[in-house]
């Protein structure tokens, strides 16, 4: 059973930085790709950024590119979001998503990520 806990989450003003960490377990992540997701006050779930854990192939939403950065650590099984230049519009509910059927190239579909962590809370003030 693949499981995925969140963390790193918490209160920042704008211009600061947060990292988010993903620890994962349960499954053959070699074949995955994971996924980092968001929830806004009132907005549906949006894509920020994703990684194929074999390859390291990368995707940044708009919003994400130049200031988010997505990595993994194969031997942690974990997955970090490291954001910089928080805007109060980046405040969310971060999820960490896996999708196991993306070996090489990750998608930014939420449909296509089966599994998904609880959430960490992501508060930027201005």
């Known amino acids: 059973q693949v499981e995925l806990v969140e963390s790193g989450g918490g209160l920042v003003q704008a211009g600061g930085s947060l990292r988010l960490s993903c620890a994962a377990s349960g499954g053959t992540f070699s074949m995955y790709a994971m996924g980092w997701f968001r929830e806004g006050p009132g907005k549906e779930r949006e894509f920020v950024a994703a990684?194929?854990?074999?390859?390291?192939?990368?995707l940044y939403s708009d919003s994400a590119k130049g200031r988010f950065t997505i990595s993994r650590d194969s031997a942690k099984n974990t997955v970090y979001l490291q954001m910089d230049n928080l805007k109060p519009e980046d405040t969310a509910v971060y999820f960490c998503?896996?999708?196991?059927?993306?070996?090489?190239?990750?998608?930014?579909?939420?449909?296509?990520?089966?599994?998904w962590g609880q959430g960490t809370q992501v508060t930027v003030s201005s």
């Open positions: 998503a896996a999708d196991p059927r993306s070996p090489f190239a990750p998608g930014s579909q939420v449909h296509a990520y089966d599994y």
């Open positions: 990684i194929t854990w074999s390859v390291g192939t990368t």
